[in-house]
């Protein structure tokens, strides 16, 4: 746990913080599909939110382009 913080001030360091994940912790394969998995899930619990509560108030139902997830902003990372 106490390694942990020291991680996390190290990253905070601007120039020091990259080049630790560049050369120390860089992205692996697990790390990105979990990432994924994730998200879809999240994603998948979200809209059934959605959809029960556009039922429920007679609303109409999202169309497929409204449902699908922005991704930009997460792997602009």
């Known amino acids: 746990q106490f390694?942990?913080?020291i991680?996390?001030?190290v990253l905070a360091?601007?120039?020091?913080?990259?080049?630790?994940?560049?050369f120390f912790a860089p992205p692996t394969y697990y790390?990105?599909?979990?990432a994924i998995m994730f998200q879809s899930v999240v994603h998948a619990a979200v809209l059934e939110v959605v959809?029960?509560?556009l039922s429920a108030?007679?609303?109409r139902a999202l169309t497929e382009s409204e449902r699908?997830?922005?991704m930009r902003?997460?792997?602009a990372r």
Do not use: M, R
Not at 13 to 22: A, E, F, T
Not at 31 to 34: A, E, G, I, N
């Open 31 to 34: 790390k990105t599909d979990t």
């Open 13 to 22: 360091i601007p120039i020091i913080g990259w080049l630790y994940v560049k």
């Open 73 to 75: 902003e997460f792997y």
């Open 7 to 9: 991680e996390d001030a």
């Open 68 to 70: 699908k997830p922005i």
């Open 51 to 53: 959809d029960q509560l």
């Open 3 to 5: 390694g942990e913080h």
């Open 57 to 59: 108030k007679g609303v």
